[in-house]
């Protein structure tokens, strides 16, 4: 293949909020950190499809064509009732590659590294409250980050403080696990 590929998501749409906590909904601060995984990957000269604002999950997955050797990545924020659940976790498919497995790996370390939160690990869509994410069996590598807890008042700031330091560290991960440079 000549070229690479990646497939940025903000997970959640104009008609779809997500998790709203703090003042902030989950679908605006995933969408505003799209633009920024965005403008790295431009700065890297790196190729890459998004999500549409006004587009649901299902008409992107129609959308997009990513190859065995692409990265998908989907952006989150968790929330609970509880104020105080904190954390990075990064999902996968249940039958993912190693690839896959690996990228999730050094996300979840590195984002807990970076905002001072805890790792939660890496979980299997099955470990998820959806037990099968679509987004996560297209070909090529798949991963779901759920980067803190939007409902956790700590969380939310330690994103939004590191949030140019953690595009640029998710950015450069996403492109090395590309398969088709």
């Known amino acids: 293949m000549s070229s690479n590929m990646s497939f940025p ?12 906590a703090n003042g902030y909904t989950e679908s605006a601060l995933m969408a505003g950190f799209r633009e920024k995984i965005e ?16 587009e649901n ?6 959308r997009i064509k990513p190859r065995t050797g692409d990265v998908i990545a989907d952006f989150h924020m968790n929330a609970a009732a509880n104020k105080s659940a904190s954390g990075v976790e990064v999902f996968i498919s249940n039958n993912a590659d190693p690839d896959s497995k690996a ?10 590294a970076i905002m001072g939160i805890p790792n939660r690990g890496v979980k ?16 090529g590598t798949a991963v779901l980050i759920e980067f803190c807890f939007i409902t956790n008042p700590g969380d939310l700031k330690a994103f939004l403080d590191n949030e140019d330091k953690i595009a640029a560290f998710v950015a450069e991960k996403i492109i090395k696990y590309d398969k088709n440079k």
Not at 39 to 54: G, L, M, T
Not at 57 to 62: D, V
Not at 103 to 111: F, M, N, T, W
């Open 103 to 112: 990228l999730a790996k050094e996300l979840v370390d590195g984002l807990a």
């Open 39 to 54: 403008a790295e990957f431009e700065k890297r000269k790196h190729s890459f499809i998004s999500d549409y604002d006004a």
């Open 124 to 139: 299997t869509e099955k470990q998820s409250q959806h037990k099968r994410i679509g987004i996560l069996n297209k070909p």
């Open 57 to 62: 999950n299902r008409e992107y997955q129609k």
């Open 9 to 20: 998501s903000a997970g959640h749409h104009r008609h779809d909020p997500g998790a709203v």
